[in-house]
């Protein structure tokens, strides 16, 4: 267990693989980070947090659902002023009423709203001389008052939705009902009413401090969802921080260590991933049970480490979640474009998502950099340091990408004599046609679509018929500049290497002196391949490369087929200068990790290729491969200023080759209407609202009219609603050109087990 990862790889030269570094003597904490403290949980409340299952791209990490669609509620400002309208509305009514403004003989007959009470009560009962009838007809008339008040504050509680207000402002307010106790305390107690309401009053003082209680006691029958039947308790989880999983395989001890280690600070988050890493292993082969637990026993929190032996990176400066295996890249926006339930939810990108690959595009300071490459590459280096994930970068000389040099293993300045490793321009293939396909991939591949057969197969066809017999010859692929010289008909160059193969002798010679044969034929034909690979193998045989592409064992070599192990390594290419050899390095190092996570055998290791800048790398074979790698367990993010750096007729296939794509603000309508074609169209609901006006020919109702546009200063006019379904763009290339503020993308997510999402708006700021 202790050498998980560090084992060499079937294929590759001595020294392709950085030394790995063996675990820590000792246990202890992970290393200091080199950025301030921040507000991170320990690693047992960071266990402790829930993880529910969502939708892909959803942050998981203490997530809550949201509802399906959006509640029909009324903003509160609207809500407070309709029922204070509504109050003063039936204020005044009642005034009117009490105050007989409302009477007259040329509108109403007297006292017209008490004549259902005159012709309910006797006249005997107003006769002043019966004291008692007066008595009850005061009564009855104060009862009818009550009546006709109740009527109108339910009617004008209707209007103004004052059962709305109590439910959101009153309810929560009740408990502060306490705060009045003693209202009553100075008035008399003489009169039975006044007692009956003291006694309503303590009645409702005691549920007050009930609920308040239950509240800050969280009693259960008071946090019971209003309204809603009584739901059982979901069963208590396991504590992922007392290691269940161990216990219940008979490792109590180890997990006692562990566990002491997480209470401790010791034991952080890349350690519980990398060790729960180790123990998946263990569960596919048992056999290897015995060396987990003495490995666990004997360095604790560094047990089955990375072989570089570090624990954690030197900064972080997203936010993730190595439970989940998520990183954070920012926040659903509030938008009506989102679907309600994805709103406000975090975003975030995890393997499952990148096996699908990812297509990034947009202007220079859009934040791809920043927001998008830097977070993915910190999570796939946690990753790595957790056994879990093997990544390379490809980035710009200069600033060293997006991320520094202490996050990664080994790191491959092109074109810098200080570079520890070599680039090995073969990706560690013994096979010369499957090196030749590479080769010719990276010099011509851009130029594919303008070459005879539409493809590279005759310039792979061509290198193989001379890197064959070289490496027959000499037991190693020729160096750029002797390559350089073979493909130029040099007469010396071709000599030697005919002479060399007569005198080897043998059925092998004789078949590599027909290759041989081959290619000086082709080269006497005017439409030669050889002079087109002659002239950009060019690029790469300058002096500032003589120590990047060394084959005779001059230097240290980095295979890509060194992805087996979980290293991170950073490819910088030498851009000042010397763009087009740029160019042609990122393309060889594509074609050769596609090759080579192809062709792994253990695919448990997830594997990612990340280019910060894409710019003339995508290949018709590239975009071929890179809808394989999903299958592949392997993944690459592409990110690019412009779709017009991606030939035209491969700008649609490759939308359609990835499952994730990403458009940031500042994208120009073409590239946007590219990223339409590739969302589609929906179905949505629109509402058409045309106003007609009225015309009456009644006296009175023109009267009214023309009174409601002395007040309003318009006509009086009908609505007519008309409600239909349209399809229409999800995100239109107008939209994607303009409304997508700064500091935000638009971005759809697919996983490689066939979910997706629709394209959302999100904050990357945030």
Known sequence: MESEGAFDVRGTHPGSVPRPAGPPNLPGAPPVPGHAPTARPSVADWLRMPRPAAAPGIWRLGHRDRPEEESDQVPGRQLLSGALIAFLAGWLLWSLLTHRYLEGWWIFIDNWWTLPLRWALPDSWRNQDNPEGLELFTAFTY??????????????????????????????????????????????????????????????????????????????????????????????????????????????????????????????????????????????????????????????????????????????????????????????????????????????????????????????????????????????????????????????????????????????????????????????????????????????????????????????????????????????????????????????????????????????????????????????????????????????????FAHSFRTDGGGRQFSLRAIEHPLRVRIDLPERGHAEASRIVARLVLAQFTEAVLGRADRSLFAALILDDATHTVTADSVRAIQRLRSANAGVLLALRTLEDVPEQLRGPLLGAVGCRMAFAGLAPWDGNRFAEAWGTEWVQTRDVTNRQIVSDEPLTKAMHLMRRLVTGRAVTAEAVTVREVERARWSASDLAHQVPAGHAVLSLTTVRGEHTPPLLVDLRT
């Not at 009645?203 to 209680?213: C, N, S």
């Not at 679509?449 to 590279?456: E, H, K, Q, R, V």
Request: hydrophobic fraction near 45%; include cysteine; charge should be neutral.
């Open 143 to 544: 009862l009818y008052y009550g009546l006709l008040l109740g009527l109108i504050s339910v009617g004008m509680g209707r209007a103004g939705n004052w059962a709305d207000v109590w439910k959101r402002y009153g309810v929560p307010l009740w408990p502060l009902f306490i705060l009045i106790q003693g209202v009553w305390r100075d008035q008399p107690r003489t009169t039975e009413w006044l007692q009956w309401a003291s006694g309503v009053y303590y009645v409702l003082f005691a549920l007050a401090i009930v609920a308040v209680v239950g509240r800050v006691g969280t009693w259960p029958v008071l946090q019971r969802p209003r309204g809603g039947p009584e739901q059982a308790p979901p069963p208590p989880e396991a504590d992922p921080g007392e290691w269940p999983e161990l216990r219940s395989a008979g490792l109590s001890d180890i997990a006692h260590q562990l566990t002491e280690a997480t209470r401790a600070g010791a034991l952080g988050d890349v350690d519980y991933a990398r060790i729960r890493r180790a123990w998946q292993g263990v569960q596919a082969r048992p056999d290897l049970l015995a060396s987990f637990a003495e490995t666990v026993r004997r360095h604790g929190a560094g047990a089955c480490a990375h072989p570089s032996g570090l624990r954690d990176l030197p900064v972080r400066t997203a936010v993730h979640d190595l439970a989940s295996g998520q990183v954070r890249i920012g926040t659903a926006a509030d938008d009506p474009r989102n679907p309600y339930p994805r709103r406000t939810t975090g975003l975030a990108l995890d393997p499952s998502l990148l096996g699908t690959s990812l297509v990034a595009v947009g202007p220079s300071g859009a934040g791809k950099s920043v927001r998008l490459v830097r977070p993915v590459v910190e999570s796939m280096c946690l990753l790595a340091l957790a056994n879990r994930a093997a990544v390379v970068m490809v980035a710009g000389q200069g600033g060293g990408g997006p991320a520094g040099d202490g996050a990664f293993d080994l790191v491959i300045s092109v074109g810098r004599p200080e570079s520890t490793h070599d680039l090995d321009l073969y990706g560690g293939a013994d096979d010369p046609d499957e090196a030749a396909r590479t080769i010719a991939e990276a010099l011509v591949g851009d130029l594919a679509a303008t070459l005879p057969g539409g493809d590279s197969g005759r310039a792979a066809t061509a290198l193989a018929q001379l890197i064959g017999p070289y490496r027959y010859v000499h037991g190693r692929f020729p160096a750029v500049p002797e390559l350089r010289e073979l493909l130029g008909g040099a007469p010396a160059a071709t000599a030697g290497l005919r002479a060399a193969l007569e005198e080897k002798g043998g059925p092998a010679a004789a078949a590599q002196l027909r290759e041989l044969d081959a290619r000086e034929r082709q080269s006497a034909r005017a439409d030669d391949i050889g002079v087109l690979l002659a002239e950009r193998i060019a690029f790469l045989d300058r002096p500032a």
